[in-house]
């Protein structure tokens, strides 16, 4: 093998063919996320997604960013939305979590909903919210990756984060000690 790195590239890229698919997940399950739920109107109805890869990019200018899964069929509603809203699920929120996961369906209805400063949906009782405008949208995968601009912001307001681990839910706890 060389140094320039060409012989690990052939390696990692051999290692990447043979990887399962379902070994891959219950890898990346270990790495605990928060949980959001992103929100726009689409035809003056609040819809909206599950995400836990959302993650902070940029703080100027203010940017974030989620995957939407390039089978979706709630991400194509949303990104043409003016605004859309990033809502930092509580932990008391799982059902939220799981109506915006679940494929097809009014995933909204009933559930209590107010306006961001700009008109975006924002799931009552999160722990904060994030309203955005699309910036930039990469294939990535079987997932597209948004980067948003964040417009305005609200919260953080009381309450421990909605966790997702090993496909499980849970709630954040300090470490003792």
Same mark, same amino acid.
């Given at each position: 093998?060389?140094?320039?790195?060409?012989?690990?590239?052939?390696?990692? @890229?051999s290692?990447?063919? #043979?990887? #399962?698919?379902?070994?891959?997940? =219950?890898? *990346?399950?270990?790495? $605990?996320?928060? +949980? +959001?739920?992103?929100?726009?109107? =689409? =035809?003056? %109805?609040?819809?909206? !997604?599950?995400?836990?890869?959302?993650?902070s990019?940029?703080l @100027?200018?203010?940017?974030?960013? *989620?995957?939407?899964?390039?089978?979706?069929?709630?991400?194509?509603?949303?990104?043409?939305?003016?605004?859309l809203?990033v809502?930092? !699920?509580? $932990?008391?929120?799982?059902?939220?979590?799981?109506? *915006?996961?679940?494929?097809?369906? @009014?995933? $909204?209805a009933?559930? @209590?909903?107010?306006?961001?400063?700009?008109?975006?949906?924002?799931?009552?009782?999160?722990?904060?919210?994030?309203?955005?405008?699309?910036?930039?949208?990469?294939?990535?995968? =079987?997932?597209?990756?948004?980067?948003? %601009? +964040?417009?305005?912001?609200?919260?953080? *307001?009381?309450?421990?984060?909605?966790?997702f681990?090993?496909?499980?839910?849970?709630?954040?706890?300090?470490?003792?000690?």
């Amino acid at each position: 093998m060389n140094n320039n790195g060409t012989g690990r590239a052939a390696l990692a @890229d051999s290692a990447a063919a #043979d990887l #399962d698919p379902a070994r891959l997940r =219950d890898v *990346f399950g270990t790495f $605990a996320t928060g +949980v +959001v739920a992103v929100t726009a109107f =689409d =035809d003056g %109805r609040p819809t909206g !997604l599950a995400a836990n890869s959302f993650t902070s990019v940029s703080l @100027d200018p203010p940017l974030v960013s *989620f995957c939407a899964a390039l089978t979706s069929s709630t991400w194509p509603r949303i990104r043409g939305a003016r605004r859309l809203a990033v809502n930092v !699920l509580a $932990a008391n929120q799982r059902e939220v979590c799981e109506r *915006f996961a679940a494929k097809g369906g @009014d995933k $909204a209805a009933g559930l @209590d909903w107010f306006s961001s400063p700009g008109g975006a949906p924002l799931v009552a009782g999160s722990l904060t919210w994030l309203e955005c405008s699309v910036e930039h949208e990469y294939p990535a995968g =079987d997932h597209l990756v948004v980067i948003a %601009r +964040v417009r305005q912001a609200g919260g953080p *307001f009381a309450g421990s984060p909605l966790l997702f681990f090993r496909s499980q839910y849970g709630r954040w706890a300090p470490a003792p000690g």
